[in-house]
């Protein structure tokens, strides 16, 4: 019943049983994992702690407590507890596993990573070849290591593949730029399961990789009439879009985006950028302002509102945003060159100079810098 989710009827029949024989304590264990599994955590502790020390379950007992500290948060304590069961019981795969699966769970994939190996090349089988391959695979493309995890991930057979083993596949082919590969894996994917959103993200940005722009945006698409509420759907298809050149779909995409993430500046600076594209330099300015009531101060406005203002042959307000982005871009080789040329205009050659020798440091095969080096240079004569 407890395996089926009747929590009430189980913990009724334990109970009863525990009346009955409460010499078998493993009816306290299996209580206790009910009260966890209903988030009732200091009482799953409380009949833990009265199992006897000496009892052949206190073992079990321990990795129970292990569990109540582990959804708890409280994970120092939760390994000590294995820990503790180790010590009672030194040679017990379940223990190390549940140790591996603790430090799996909580980022500590290092640590993870030579217990999943000793308990998949090891005696006895205490979890699937399967399912220790996808652990070692998530692990070490956790850390980046995409060829190892790419071994592993390889290791496990077609027929044996699940929704997440397929996903860290294809995620490893894309890390490596496989991008055929992942495509393929990815597409299995969602032909086993068509809600796991991640992937359509992941194959969109694979099919752009491979310059599939109409076939990417297509999944994105798809991923959007899955889930209307994710706002990375929206950006990723306002990306494809403009480089299809649809800047009016691909700006109702940001729109949408911006709806639904409005504390997000990346969207409103990306809606942003196209209105500068377009040419819309009053409107860009008045969304700005908007943008700075709402305590959205990203330093990239200022460069938008440099860039517009300037094309509005305002260059008094012009110059005042230049000089409150300098500081934030001053090692961005196009805005060096952009008020670098604004600068050259205004006649302002002790700031022009400033930024002209700022940007040959970093970049000095840059042949406009070098251009506007030598004007400097011609004028200074």
């Known amino acids: 019943m407890h395996a089926l989710g009747f929590l009430s009827e189980a913990k009724e029949a334990y109970g009863a049983l525990n009346y009955l024989a409460p010499q078998i304590q493993e009816w306290n264990i299996a209580l206790a994992e009910i009260a966890i599994d209903e988030d009732d955590y200091d009482k799953a502790l409380d009949i833990l702690l009265t199992i006897d020390k000496e009892s052949d379950v206190y073992p079990q007992a321990l990795l129970t407590m292990a569990d109540a500290y582990q959804v708890q948060g409280l994970y120092e304590v939760s390994e ?7 010590a009672l019981l030194p040679d017990e795969p379940i223990l190390d596993y549940a ?8 980022g500590e994939y290092k640590k993870a990573i030579p217990i999943y190996e000793e308990l998949a090349f090891g005696n006895g089988e205490i979890a699937s070849a399967t399912q220790l391959h996808f652990f070692l695979g998530d692990c ?8 190892t995890a790419l071994q592993y991930l390889e290791r496990i057979p077609a027929d044996e593949h699940f929704p997440d083993s397929y996903f860290q596949l294809g995620f490893t082919y894309f890390q490596l730029k496989e991008y055929a590969r992942a495509i393929s894996i990815f597409n299995k994917l969602l032909e086993t399961d068509n809600a796991y959103l991640s992937a359509y993200l992941y194959l969109a940005n694979a099919l752009e990789a491979e310059l599939e722009l109409e ?5 994105m698409e798809q991923a959007i009439m899955r889930n209307p509420y994710q706002h990375e759907f929206y950006t990723t298809a306002a990306r494809l879009q403009l480089k299809l050149n649809r800047e009016q779909d691909a700006e109702s995409n940001l729109r949408e ?11 409103h600076l990306a809606l942003g950028n196209l209105l500068l594209k377009q040419g819309r330099f009053e409107e860009l300015i008045a969304y700005i302002a908007d943008r700075a009531e709402q305590e959205d101060n990203d330093p990239q406005y200022n460069w938008l509102l440099a860039a517009s203002h300037n094309a509005l042959e305002d260059y008094d307000s012009a110059n005042k945003e ?12 196009s805005f060096l060159l952009e008020y670098a040329s604004f600068l050259r205009e205004e006649g302002n050659w002790e700031k022009l100079s400033e930024v002209i020798h700022q940007g040959l440091a970093l970049y000095p095969a840059n042949t406009e ?13």
């Open 99 to 106: 140790l591996a699966q603790l430090y799996h769970s909580i």
């Open 322 to 333: 230049y000089e409150a982005a300098y500081p934030h871009f001053a090692d961005n080789e």
């Open 215 to 219: 076939e990417a945006l297509a999944v």
């Open 369 to 381: 810098l070098l251009q506007l080096h030598d004007e400097l240079h011609h004028f200074d004569q």
């Open 140 to 147: 070490h493309n956790a850390i980046g290591e995409f060829e």
């Open 257 to 267: 985006a911006a709806a639904l993430e409005p504390d997000l500046s990346s969207i």
């Open 80 to 86: 000590k507890k294995i820990f503790e069961a180790m």
